[in-house]
C-alpha cells in the first residue's frame, strides 16, 4: 500500500496501487450539498406523508408515482426469513425452509469423498495460467420478465384495505406475495478440480492511473479537500473512454495542512488487505445490519487457504457486535469475517459510505483478481471458488450482477425512489433530467440491438474480475454515486451505456443474472430497522 504522499503536485497511482490511511469529515457533493439544503424543508416534509403517493406533472420528463398510497416499504425488501438471534451458529433458515440448501449440500457431500479432504495442489492462486475444467450441462438460459415500457407499473403491496361489508367497515386480511424461491444452478459438483482460466485475450486491456492527491487552487480560498476529489465536468466526460488515462476513484488525499478525506484503516488491516488475490467482502456502517457469518460447512479447505473474507465496519458497530457477543479474536476475526475497522467515515450518509467497499474492491484489494461482494442483509451460503466458477469462467465474462426481480426501467425505478421518500426527489430529477439529456432511453424488452436484459440491477450479490474494463465501469458508477444519490439503481445502466457508447470496439464483458440464482447462493434478512419494524407491526396486530 502506497504512504501518503508531500509533493505539492497533483499525484496518480496505478491501477495495483493505492493509499487508504485517510481521515475527514465528509461532505456532498458540491451541487449536492448546495440542493440538499435548498429542499431540507421540503424533504422533511415529505417524509411526513410517504404513505400518500406523490404526483408531478409537467414536462415529460416529470414522473407520476403509481401504487398502492399507503405503501410503506419498498418491493425488494422481501426476505426469505429473519434472524432476530443471529450468534456464532451456522443456521441458514430462520423460516423452517431449507429448500434453499440442496445443491449447496450435495456439493460439499461430493467434494469430500475418499480420505476426507479437499485436494488443494490442484488449484493454486500464487499462479496463472490455467485452463477452466470442462463442465457438462450448463444452466438454462429462460427466464420469464414481467416489463412495462409504455407506463410505470403499479406496484403490489401488503398494506390493509378496508372493505364495507353490510354497511359496517371491516378488515381485509392482508395480501402478501408468493415467496420467490431459488431457481436450479448447474453447478460443479467439487472445488477439487477447479483451476483457474487463462487470462483471457478478449478482454480490453489499457492502464488506469488514479489521481492520489489534490493541491488547494490559490484562487478558491473557500476549496476543501473531499475522499472523491473535484472532478470536473469535463474530466468525468472524458473518463469514460477506455485507454490508458489517469482518473478519479476515491482515495484523494489532501495537501498539507488539511485533514485527510476519511476512510482510514490500521496499518495492519491495509497490509492483510493488499496481499489477498480473492475477496468476499461486506460492510456495516451506522449498525444497520446484524453479522451475518458464511454457512461454515459449505466452505471448503480450498477456499479457506486462498480466499479472503473481510467485513468492512465502523466503531459504532463494532461496539454493538462485541455486545452481541461477537467478540473479535487476536488475530481480528470472526468466524471466517477478518473484522477491519474503518475511522473518519468520508460521507454522512452511510449508503454512500458503504458504495465505497461496493463498488471500489479494485482499489482496497489492489493484489486481487477477483472479488465478490454481498450486502450486509446477505449470508453467502456456497464456496466462493464455484461461484467465481458459474458466473465469470465459464462464459467468461468479467462482470456479474444481478437483475431487478420486478423493474427493468429506469424510468419505474425512479418512480419507485420518490414514492418511498429513498432520496430528496430534487436530486434525483436533476439525475434523472440530466441522464436523459445524455442520451439515457426508455428500456424496450423487444429492442433486438439493447445492451442489457434489464436496465435494472437487484445489486447486492456482485462477481468481478479486476480487469482494466471492469475496473473503469466501478469508478465510473461510484463517480456518479458520489456526484448525484447513492441510489447505485438509478445510475447503472446510463454508466454502463455510456461507457459502452464511448467505446464501440472494446467489449465489456458484463452478465446479468436472474436474481433467483442470487437466492441460491445467499440467503436474504431483513435489515436491523426492518426486524424493529416488524416487530412493532406484529405487535399492533
Known sequence: MSAKGKS??????????????????????????????MYEAEYEASLKSSGQSIKQTGNKNQLSDTGDENEEFDAEDEYDGIDLHDGHDNVLSDDGDDSDLTISHEVNKKSYQGNGRESSNKFEFGTKGRNVAEVGDEASKKSSQKVSDNSLDSLTTNSRRKSVSDGHATKKSTK??????????????????????????????????YVEIEEKPDWQPEWKPRFSGHQTLQQREDSFLARDQKMHCAFVRSP????????DLSEDDASYISRCHIAVSSCIFGNSDRLRTPANKMITRLSRKNVCFVMFVDEVTVQTLTS?????????????WKI???????????????????????????????????DSKLRLQLDPLLILEYFLWRKGYEYSITNHYDRHCV????????????????????????????????????????????????GSFIVRAHTPMSNLFSCLWFNEIDRFTPRDQLSFAYTYQKLRRMNPEKPFHLNMFKDCERRRVAKLFRHRSDERRNTHQVEIN
Not at 11 to 33: H, M, P, Q
Not at 439 to 447: H, I, M, V
Request: net charge positive; with cysteine.
Open 8 to 37: 505539492g503536485s497533483k499525484k496518480s497511482s496505478v491501477d495495483d496501487s493505492r493509499g487508504v490511511s485517510r481521515r475527514g469529515a465528509g461532505l456532498y457533493n458540491e451541487a449536492g450539498r448546495n440542493e440538499l439544503k
Open 176 to 209: 402478501r406475495k408468493p415467496k420467490r424461491r431459488p431457481c436450479e444452478m448447474k453447478l460443479l459438483n467439487s472445488t477439487a478440480q477447479l483451476v483457474e482460466p487463462l487470462e483471457s485475450r478478449k478482454f480490453a486491456r489499457f492502464a488506469l492511473q
Open 256 to 263: 498539507d495542512g488539511f485533514p485527510s478525506t476519511g476512510f
Open 324 to 336: 452481541e457477543g461477537h467478540m473479535v479474536d487476536t488475530m481480528g476475526f470472526i468466524g471466517l
Open 340 to 374: 477491519v475497522v474503518v475511522k473518519n467515515l468520508p460521507y454522512n450518509d452511510m449508503r454512500r459510505v458503504g458504495k465505497i467497499p461496493k463498488f471500489l474492491s479494485h482499489r482496497l484489494f489492489p493484489s486481487a483478481r477477483y472479488s465478490i461482494w454481498l
Open 411 to 458: 424510468w419505474e425505478e425512479v418512480a419507485q425512489n420518490k414514492k418511498l421518500n429513498k432520496y430528496n426527489h430534487s436530486i434525483i430529477d436533476q439525475q434523472f433530467t440530466f441522464y436523459q439529456s445524455d442520451g439515457l432511453k426508455r428500456f424496450n424488452p423487444l429492442d433486438p440491438m439493447k445492451l442489457l436484459p434489464s436496465n435494472v440491477p437487484e
